[in-house]
């Protein structure tokens, strides 16, 4: 850290820009929002470095700058209701709450949910609620979702997603298996997705689920 910074999510900053990341708003919501509070304890060390970080069961918290491209993708402009699947620990649901209206998400283990819920809540962050479920069904109850954002990967966009989408909405997930994704933007029209556009390409973690993959 340098002198006069107020924590490390200033040095965080600095290598997403060197990344291209140039939304203010998307800078802003990393600034207020201390990684440290979002990765195990073993990996406090490595938090604000621009580096995936393992968490339980085998999965990971994406690279900053990866999360900083899905979430930019989205345009969000702070009055949004946000479905996320797959919390993890909660890093990305945070930043969604910094940026929009109201964030739900859906994470397939318990013990990552709650933990996620105490990330959450220590970081300040009120208007973002973590479900226990298969994030592949989506969230029916609380639909349309201005925005999606999906955090594993799977051939093709499952169904009831595309369905619980607002007019006009976007959606953004990594397409493909294997740790080789396209990671897609689309936008709904008229019922449908448009054609997506390319983010970036990444490695993901399957997106298991009725209407996704299989364990
Ligand atoms: N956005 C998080 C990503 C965590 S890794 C971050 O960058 O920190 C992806 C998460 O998706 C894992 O926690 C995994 O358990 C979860 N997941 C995979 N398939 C799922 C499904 N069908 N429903 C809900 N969560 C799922």
Known sequence: MRAGERHGSDALIRALRDQ?????????????????GFVPASHRAEAY??????IP?????????LIAQMVA???L??????LEIGTGLGFQTALLGRLAR?????????????R???NLAAAGVPNATVIVGDGTRGLAGHAPYDGVVVSAAAPEVPAPLAGQLAAGGRLVQPIGTGGAERVIAFTER????????????ARFVPLVGRHGLSE
């Not at 109201?102 to 709650?114: G, I, K, P, Q």
Request: charged fraction near 30%; hydrophobic fraction near 35%; charge should be negative.
């Open 20 to 36: 291209g990341v140039d939304d203010p708003r998307v800078l802003d919501a990393f600034r207020r929002t201390p990684r440290e």
């Open 49 to 54: 470095e621009d580096i995936p970080l393992p």
């Open 57 to 65: 069961h085998g999965q990971v918290t994406s690279q900053p700058s």
């Open 73 to 75: 993708a989205l345009g």
């Open 77 to 82: 402009t702070g009055r949004e209701r946000v």
């Open 102 to 114: 109201e964030v739900w998400s859906v994470e397939r283990y318990a013990d990552l949910a709650a």
């Open 116 to 118: 996620s819920r105490a």
């Open 190 to 201: 008229g019922g449908r997705l448009l054609k997506g556009e390319l983010v970036t390409f």
